[in-house]
């Protein structure tokens, strides 16, 4: 089911509740500046990843994609989160006229959805998830690019 180097982990996610469990492992691993980046087509499980991770830190609300807001604060198991969909992000003056470069506080965890968008404008992703739609279900490959990334993936 998994093949591991430290650098990579791929997880094939038979269903949805595959998907939430994996949420609640990273979940756990989650700390203050992180930075992760979702990778996948619409469709892909990239929110419902993200839904699953925030109901994990106890988060009760609704968790809808940010597709017109290009960004949600969410705040959850004493964490601040923002949840970025920058798929109808167009240029850079749209990111810095919205202030998102002040979010970048060093507290705050992030996951971006469409990060290739702004690549120049946000942080290296400290772990990046790549969501794959297979016949059956979903992959989820996972690579980290940073220190703090790698010991996510590790203890996941």
Known sequence: MHNHDDSRISIELS???ATLALAQRLAA?????MVIYLHGDLGAGKTTLVRGILNALGYGGRVK???YTLVEPYQAGGLDLRHFDLYRMNDEEEWEAA?????FNGRNIFFIEWPEKALGLIPEADVAIDFEILPQGRRASMRSNTKLGQACLTRL
Request: glycine share 12%.
């Open 29 to 33: 691993q989650l700390k203050p500046g």
């Open 15 to 17: 269903d949805e509740s």
């Open 65 to 67: 994609s940010p597709t």
């Open 99 to 103: 202030g998102f470069r002040d979010e």
